[in-house]
């Protein structure tokens, strides 16, 4: 039989997540999202993705990964308001905490990145996030992501690959095809998983239908994060967020004092949050 990623009711809880991604590194939530929420959020996003000018990083290799016909978008507290209230869904803010705390007694967010893949696009290399820091060994994973679907998905249309139960696997091993899934998901369902898990972007084998989904990362509050979202995203507009959002995006004092750390982030050796207020 091939594999299968499980499928979770939108009223699931926080542990029916963590039993889940504990077994197979991924679980769907199926309509996590209200259809009112994805709609606004897509409108929002509507107008950013026509003005959308291309992949453009700076660097060959990380257009060859982004994918020359997919629309990336960053910065999203500033230019999509919607997003807030993804970013704070406590079924992901609360697994993340949860899977992250034996290596990370706080967690900021990774990244929060429409992911928009074209027609034509290949799939990505698969690939585990946690590579992101390949020089680092915790004994766990780093990060915790999500891709949560804003159209109704379909592997045709570049649904996430993902190779369940691949967190338990030795770095070196890679899957047969009879070992990974291509995600299918209806607007406002949303994959979790873990950074160990094996997974890629899909290739879009449609001739006109674009894939829209959005990826929000959580991450060890001690990593330098993919998105730099000090520079992404305004401090006034911080400053109009609810406080769990602020400290999410870096404006609080990292403080692992209580499990032998130390402490990370100061603004002006103080907590940033000192700023917003
Ligand atoms: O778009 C997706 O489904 C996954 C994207 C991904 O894994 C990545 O960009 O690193």
Same mark, same amino acid.
């Given at each position: 039989m091939s594999a299968q990623l499980t499928h979770l009711p939108a009223d699931c809880t926080v542990d029916d997540v963590l039993d889940v991604s504990e077994r197979d590194g991924g679980v769907i939530v199926h309509g996590l999202f209200s259809p009112v929420l994805v709609a606004?959020?897509?409108?929002e996003l509507e107008p950013l993705l026509d003005a959308h000018g291309g992949t453009n990083s700076g660097s060959d290799a990380s257009d060859d990964?982004?994918?020359r016909k997919t629309r990336r978008l960053q910065g999203?507290?500033?230019k999509a308001p919607?997003?807030?209230?993804?970013?704070?869904? &406590?079924?992901f803010v609360n697994v993340a905490e949860s899977i992250l705390e034996p290596v990370s007694p706080q967690v900021i967010m990774n990244n929060g990145e429409v992911i928009d893949i074209g027609p034509g696009e290949a799939a990505q290399p698969l690939h585990r996030d946690d590579d992101a820091w390949n020089f680092a060994r915790p004994t766990g994973p780093m990060i915790?992501?999500?891709?949560?679907?804003?159209?109704?998905?379909t592997p045709e249309l570049g649904g996430t690959q993902v190779v369940p139960g691949s967190h338990r696997w030795d770095s070196d091993r890679m899957p047969d095809e009879s070992e990974i899934v291509a995600c299918t998901m209806t607007a406002g369902s949303a994959l979790i998983f873990r950074g160990d898990t094996i997974h890629a972007g899909g290739a879009n084998t449609t001739t006109d239908s674009r894939r829209r989904a959005l990826s929000t990362g959580y991450c060890c509050g001690w990593l330098r &994060?993919?998105?730099n979202s000090y520079t992404n995203i305004p401090v006034d507009v911080i400053r109009m967020l609810p406080r769990r959002a602020q400290e999410l995006l870096g404006y609080q004092l990292y403080d692992a004092s209580s499990?032998?750390?130390?402490y990370l982030g100061y603004h002006d050796m103080g907590d940033p949050m000192q700023l917003l207020t």
């Open positions: 606004r959020f897509n409108a990964f982004l994918g999203l507290a500033a919607s997003f807030v209230e993804i970013l704070l869904e &406590p079924r915790v992501n999500t891709i949560t679907a804003l159209v109704d998905i &994060p993919v998105e499990v032998g750390g130390g």
